[in-house]
């Protein structure tokens, strides 16, 4: 049985680490501007209308109906470049089945049209905003770190989210169309 004092420190420590979440949660909150709603697993994605790399405007209301796997990257995102051939070969696997890839460019699109004449692929590519609110900030990359994935179900609800590459398995996890999250 624990003492009357070991009692009050552990409570003490019980406490203080509550409060250090609680603070860690808040200083993370404060790079959110003021007013800009964050996409949180659950949520409805925001109906954002971004550019192709023609220049045309795409909304992302335009994949509805089909699962899509949204993958942030940068040309100068070593990670995101190696993850790629893997996001291709899902692209290819499970296209057919409902299921799309999506890649918004988190970069300058002069760079990203460079990138891709030498490392092309066949999923769509769309350039997100760089300005706060970012466009992954918006998707709940409140840290704004990549690659940063979002899973949309086919009425386009957060499904999950990931930070850092995706690995062959959860691809397969995430789009097929049987999988249960």
Known sequence: MLSRTNLVVL????????AG??????SRLARVPVGVHVTNVGDLRPDLALLDLD????????????????????SWCGPCLSEMPALQAAQHKFGDQGAIVLGIAMDE?????V???SHPVDYPILIGQLDSPSTSLRFGDIDEVLPFSVLLD?????LAVQRGPLDRAQ????????AAL
């Not at 691809?171 to 049987?178: A, F, G, I, R, Y």
């Open 11 to 18: 409570g003490l420590a019980v406490l203080a680490a509550a």
């Open 21 to 26: 979440g609680w603070l860690q949660h808040q």
């Open 55 to 74: 220049g045309k405007e795409r909304r992302l209301s335009e994949f509805h109906g089909k699962r899509v796997l949204i993958n942030f990257w940068a």
């Open 109 to 113: 699109p002069s760079r990203v049209r």
């Open 115 to 117: 990138y891709l004449a």
């Open 154 to 158: 086919e009425q386009g609800r957060v």
């Open 171 to 178: 691809l397969t996890k995430w789009l097929s169309p049987t």
